[in-house]
């Protein structure tokens, strides 16, 4: 709507750092969009960004104004939606932050499943790290958080949590590949396949690691989740992932995956949910009640 114009010039001038980025963003000139923000500092009566030699910052007040305007947008989107939901077509966008373990095959089924429902409904689907997700919803960037061993939960309202264990994937010949569980000394005389430190899959692996006096042998590390599914690995290579992401297919591809001893590497936490007081668009909340009971009746 036009009147929330104004509020995007200053959030995308926020997000930028920079009056020159954020008109290239908003694809107006930088003359205009600064002479667009005189205007509503001028209405305001205060400055709301401190002019920097490179860039602009926000200062208290420009902070103040920015949480009122993802408020308004987030308004704006909840009442669209429910709009919608009245017509008994539901449309609108459902935003989700989640954790690059959480980015398999499990949330790519459910975002299907849910648009052949609802075709209405766009999705946007972020990676986020573990210390990423809650400041997205902060910032209203997704409606909907999913996050595998966070690093805090202050402003996250848990809808829902499961556990999950740390299974090693492998080629079906694997010397390991016929054992019903692994301790990790064994995982360790192999050569790995690991994720970067901001997963915590690998964060819990490192802190076993140290514990029991191990060294996890990295041949290939990545943050990519599309690398470790596409990588044809040699036979003796280990990787690790946790028991959602573990694809029905892993026979017919020639690997097998073997749980790892709580002993050694204790189970991690998935949490489910949005930014604490905040009502959430009907789009999102209905999709977020279809994850979380398909989620407790696979795994749960």
């Not at 200062?59 to 429910?82: C, F, K, W, Y």
């Not at 915590?200 to 990519?224: C, F, M, P």
Request: with cysteine.
């Amino acid at each position: 709507m036009r009147h929330l114009l104004p509020y995007k010039y200053v959030e995308e001038i926020a997000k930028a750092g920079s009056i020159r980025k954020a008109a290239e963003t908003l694809a107006i000139t930088p003359s205009a969009l600064n002479r667009r923000l005189l205007t509503i500092e001028e209405e305001l009566g205060v400055q709301i960004f401190e002019r920097l030699p490179v860039g602009v910052r926000l200062n208290t007040a420009g902070e103040i104004l920015l949480e009122h305007i993802r408020n308004q947008m987030s308004d704006l989107a909840r009442v669209q939606s429910q709009i919608a939901d009245l017509s008994g077509q539901r449309r609108g966008n459902v935003s989700i932050a989640a954790s690059p373990e959480l980015l398999g095959s499990f949330l790519a089924g459910e975002v299907r499943n849910y648009q052949a429902n609802f075709p209405g409904v766009t999705f946007n689907v972020q990676q986020k790290f573990r210390g990423e997700v809650e400041k997205a919803l902060i910032e209203h960037e997704a409606d909907i958080g999913i996050v595998y061993e966070p690093m805090k939960l202050a402003d996250f309202q848990t809808i829902f949590n499961i556990v999950q264990p740390v299974f090693c994937l492998m080629d079906k010949t694997h010397p390991l590949a016929k054992k019903k569980m692994l301790r990790l000394y064994e995982c360790a005389e192999f050569p790995l396949i690991l994720t970067e430190r901001t997963w915590g899959v690998r964060n819990l692996l490192e802190q076993s690691a140290i514990r029991l006096g191990l060294n996890l042998r990295s041949i290939i590390q990545t943050d990519a989740r599309g690398f470790l599914i596409n990588y044809e690995r040699d036979v003796d290579q280990l990787s690790f992932d946790i028991q959602i992401n573990i694809p029905d297919n892993l026979e017919e591809r020639g690997m097998v995956a073997v749980p790892i001893n709580t002993l050694d590497v204790p189970e991690g936490f998935v949490f489910i949910g949005h930014l604490k007081g905040r009502t959430i668009p009907v789009a999102s909340a209905r999709f977020l009640e279809q994850v979380t009971t398909q989620m407790a009746g696979k795994f749960g």
